[in-house]
């Protein structure tokens, strides 16, 4: 398996709702990821888990909220977002400090928050 | 802080034409270097890989070089076709601590292919 699972593809949810984002891959790879990517412009890193532990947040906003459950595994869970947080949700993997080895990206959820 | 360009930000050439797109970035403590290709409201598919300590990756029509100590690297189409019409983005894997692995992206280059 080479792939990095995104569910759901398309989502709309209110501004009270709450929801979340599902990411899995089983690769055996270490390190996880998410990036938000607006229209036209290049994705832009949110969290990074390293061992299941978050090791990078590039001061999201707290309505945004990571876990990783297991090494397989990565949650984005949504609470009160905003219009201006819609955009293209993707994740990603890697192996851990491996020069030979590049990011798998998942196909990304679309997120319209109404 | 890792900052990377893309240039030309678009591109439209005719079917058939080589073209060469450029990513250039400012820290060269890097692991590597990758390409990917994105179309509308897609994922981002990867193209090629450059390690560090290398020059240049092929792979069918696309040819990839990476000049470290320059900062530069460049991503060669051969023949091009109008499927090659897509977003096509550099990212750089900074050397890091333990755990602290980040990817950083270029602008992006969309490319048109004229049939």
């Known amino acids: 398996d080479t792939e990095v699972t995104q569910t759901p593809k398309h989502l709309v949810m209110g501004m009270t709702n709450k929801k979340s984002l599902k990411c899995e891959q089983h690769?055996?790879?270490?390190?996880m990821y998410w990036y938000k990517q607006k229209a036209k412009k290049p994705p832009e890193l949110m969290f990074v888990?390293?061992?299941?532990?978050?090791?990078i947040n590039e001061s999201v906003p707290s309505r945004f909220s990571p876990e990783c459950p297991n090494s397989s595994l990565l949650n984005l869970h949504l609470h009160a977002l905003q219009p201006e947080d819609s955009a293209l949700y993707l994740c990603?993997?890697?192996?851990?400090?491996?020069?030979?080895?590049?990011?798998?990206f998942g196909s990304g959820t679309r997120l319209t928050v109404v | 802080k890792q900052e990377v360009t893309q240039i030309p930000a678009a591109l439209s050439v005719p079917e058939g034409e080589n073209l060469v797109l450029n990513c250039s970035f400012t820290?060269?403590?890097?692991?590597?270097l990758q390409w990917f290709r994105q179309d509308p409201g897609k994922g981002l598919t990867s193209l090629l890989l450059?390690?560090?300590?290398?020059r240049e990756q092929t792979s069918g029509r696309l040819n990839a070089s990476l000049d470290k100590s320059s900062g530069r690297s460049t991503l060669y189409i051969a023949a091009s076709q109008p499927g090659d019409s897509a977003t096509y983005l550099c990212?750089?894997?900074?050397?890091?601590?333990?755990?602290?692995?980040?990817?950083?992206f270029g602008t992006g280059t969309r490319l048109t292919i004229i049939p």
């Open positions: 990603a993997s890697s192996r851990l400090g491996q020069g030979a080895y590049g990011y798998t």
């Open positions: 690769m055996g790879h270490r390190a």
């Open positions: 888990y390293s061992y299941e532990k978050l090791s």
């Open positions: 820290d060269s403590a890097i692991y590597n």
């Open positions: 450059i390690q560090s300590s290398q």
């Open positions: 990212a750089v894997r900074r050397i890091s601590n333990f755990g602290n692995e980040k990817l950083t």
